[in-house]
């Protein structure tokens, strides 16, 4: 959800405007440019930003700009907000058709305002796979100490009952 909100907010959002909103090769190119370099890392699989209507107005399938889909009822309820959602994707919307086969993602979706002071909606698919590996990580870092604390117990109570049971 972090990561979605800000790239929504610094990133993505800062460089929509009304040329972008109206198809300007010139403002679509640098906006292109600049979020395709976002993706470059693979954690980012796919983006979309959203006008109120439903239309899309930018997103790194060139074939889904300009066309429009129903959102969904809490996706519509974002725009004009700073809110963010999250879920794991099921990839069955219409929209979806690029993204489907690539294993479970995480669809984010954030509202934000562009240059211009206009809502928009950016949607981002992130790869549950650097998620797992943070969960091992940080699984990783407590699970020492956890066993440490319970080995700390063990110690400190053992010589106790047996003092006890000698009583």
């Known amino acids: 959800r972090q990561r979605g909100a800000t790239i929504a907010e610094t990133i993505a959002a800062p460089l929509v405007n009304r040329r972008v909103r109206a198809g300007d090769p ?5 906006l292109s440019l600049v979020l395709r370099n976002r993706m470059s890392d693979g954690s980012v699989r796919h983006m979309k930003l959203w006008s109120r209507d439903g239309t899309v107005i930018w997103s790194d399938e060139r074939s889904l700009v ?17 809110d963010v959602t999250a879920e794991l994707s099921e ?11 690539e294993g479970r993602l ?7 305002t562009d240059a211009d002071g206009e809502p928009l909606v950016f949607e981002v698919y992130l790869t549950t796979a650097q998620m797992q590996r943070d969960e091992r990580d940080i699984i990783a870092a407590f699970l020492p100490l956890t066993i ?20």
């Open 148 to 167: 440490g604390a319970l080995l700390l117990l063990l110690a400190a109570t053992v010589p106790l009952g047996l003092s006890l049971a000698r009583r």
């Open 91 to 101: 990839l069955d919307k219409a929209e979806n058709v690029g993204e489907r086969g």
């Open 106 to 112: 995480l669809e984010v979706y954030a509202g934000a």
């Open 26 to 30: 010139a403002e679509l190119r640098r």
């Open 66 to 82: 300009g066309r429009r889909f129903p959102l969904p009822e809490d996706v519509r309820g974002l725009f004009g907000t700073h």
